[in-house]
Structures are given as C-alpha cells and as structure tokens.
C-alpha cells in the first residue's frame, strides 16, 4: 500500500477537524478533544458536558451524524472530558 499524499493526509485532517466540530456543536460543548490510535484505527472523542447526557441521549444525537461519515475508523469512541 502506497503512502498517503500530502493532500491526502490534509484531506482526512480536515474530515476529522469537521466531525468533531460537528460533534462539539451537537452536544453543545466549548472543549474538545481527540486522538487517533492508529494501529487500531480508533477515534477517540472527549467532549466538553458530555456527561450531562445519559447513554440513550447520546446514541441518539451521535448516530446521524457518525452515519455521515465517510472516515475509515474501525471505532469512535466519545469521552466525557
């Protein structure tokens, strides 16, 4: 498999950068955070208040916009920060 081009690399920075702006705006927080395990291909997601919201709460807000993706990760993982 052949390295990612710098656009490439670009591009997908700006696809997470969007996403977690999106999850920021929809869980109404004013910090976030995030990290990418690259050798599992997980997102992990802290979110400013996430713990005001029950875990029902947060499928529900979360799952529209996780199903828009169009990123490669096995997994994303949202964390209380």
Same mark, same amino acid.
């Given at each position: 498999?052949?390295?990612?081009?710098?656009?490439?690399?670009?591009?997908?920075?700006?696809?997470?950068?969007?996403?977690?702006?999106?999850?920021?705006?929809?869980?109404?927080?004013?910090?976030?955070?995030?990290?990418? @395990? !690259?050798?599992? *291909? /997980?997102?992990?997601?802290? =979110?400013?208040? #996430?713990?005001?919201?029950? %875990? @029902? !709460?947060?499928? *529900? /807000?979360?799952?529209?916009? =996780?199903?828009? #993706?169009?990123?490669?990760? %096995?997994?994303?993982?949202?964390?209380?920060?």
């Amino acid at each position: 498999m052949s390295e990612p081009t710098e656009d490439e690399i670009k591009a997908f920075v700006e696809d997470v950068e969007f996403l977690i702006n999106t999850l920021k705006a929809s869980f109404e927080s004013t910090d976030a955070q995030f990290f990418i @395990d !690259e050798q599992n *291909e /997980i997102l992990y997601v802290k =979110l400013e208040g #996430l713990n005001d919201y029950a %875990e @029902d !709460e947060i499928e *529900e /807000i979360a799952a529209p916009v =996780l199903s828009e #993706l169009d990123l490669d990760f %096995e997994e994303i993982i949202l964390l209380p920060l």
